[in-house]
C-alpha cells in the first residue's frame, strides 16, 4: 500500500513543479528578464518617488511578489498594484499594459499627472482602476471601453469629458455584470452632439 502512496506524492510533485515552471517561463524574456518586472521599473522609472516608497522594487530582481505594494497570485503573476496616498507623482508608463493579469490598480491620491496611457485597454483581467485624487489632463482611452471586467473605474473628474459619451457607449454594461462609474465632474463641460 506504500508504494502506490509514494508514486502519487512523487508524480504531484512533479507536477507541481512543472506547472510552476511553465508559469514563470512565461514571464522571461530569451535574455531571461522577467517582463512583469520590467514593465514595473518602467512604471516606477516614470514616477518621482520623494517618499522611497519604490526602493525595494529592482531591475536585478527575479519576482516582484516581494515588493512593496504589488500583489500577486498563486501561480506569481502581478494582479495588484495598491499605490495609493504614496506621494508618486510623473506619469504612468505606457508599459503598464505588459501586466496581462493585473486584475486591481489603486492610484489614487498622489499627484500624477499627463495622459491615461490607452495601454491600460489591454488588461484584460482589470476589475478596479481608481485613478482618482491626481491631475491627469485629456481624455478618457477608448480602450479602456473594451474590458470586460472592469467594474470599478474612478477618475475623480480630473479629466476632460469630451468624448465621455463615445467612452460610455463601448462599455460592456450588463444586467449581470454592472458597470459602476464615478466621475465627480467640477465643472461640466459640453458633451458633443451624435
Known amino acids: 500500500m506504500e ?12 507536477l507541481f513543479f512543472f506547472f510552476k515552471v511553465s508559469a514563470s517561463d512565461n514571464l522571461l524574456s530569451p535574455k531571461g528578464v522577467n517582463y512583469e518586472v520590467a514593465a514595473l521599473m518602467a512604471l516606477k ?12 522594487w529592482d531591475i536585478n530582481s527575479v519576482d ?3 515588493w512593496n505594494m504589488v500583489g500577486c497570485s498563486v501561480e506569481g503573476f502581478v494582479v495588484s498594484l495598491e499605490m495609493a496616498s504614496m506621494g508618486l507623482s ?3 508608463s505606457p508599459n503598464i499594459g505588459s501586466l496581462s493579469h493585473l486584475k486591481t490598480m489603486l492610484l489614487h491620491n498622489n499627484q500624477l499627472s ?6 491600460l485597454g489591454m488588461l484584460s483581467e482589470l476589475q478596479t482602476l481608481d485613478l482618482s485624487g491626481n491631475q491627469f489632463v485629456g481624455d478618457i482611452p477608448s480602450s479602456l471601453g473594451f474590458l470586460p471586467h472592469l ?36 465643472s461640466v463641460v459640453p458633451l458633443p452632439k451624435y
Request: aromatic content about 12%; overall charge negative.
Open 151 to 186: 467594474t470599478y473605474f474612478f477618475t475623480g473628474g480630473l479629466i476632460r469629458t469630451t468624448y465621455l459619451v463615445k467612452f460610455l457607449d463601448l462599455l460592456p454594461i450588463s444586467p449581470v455584470f454592472p458597470f459602476w462609474i464615478y466621475l465627480s465632474i467640477i
Open 3 to 14: 508504494h502506490p502512496v509514494v508514486v502519487m506524492v512523487v508524480v504531484s510533485l512533479l
Open 45 to 56: 522609472n516614470k514616477m518621482r518617488d520623494e517618499s522611497h516608497v519604490l526602493d525595494g
Open 114 to 119: 499627463g495622459t491615461i496611457p490607452a495601454e
Open 64 to 66: 516582484p511578489c516581494t
Open 90 to 92: 510623473g506619469t504612468i
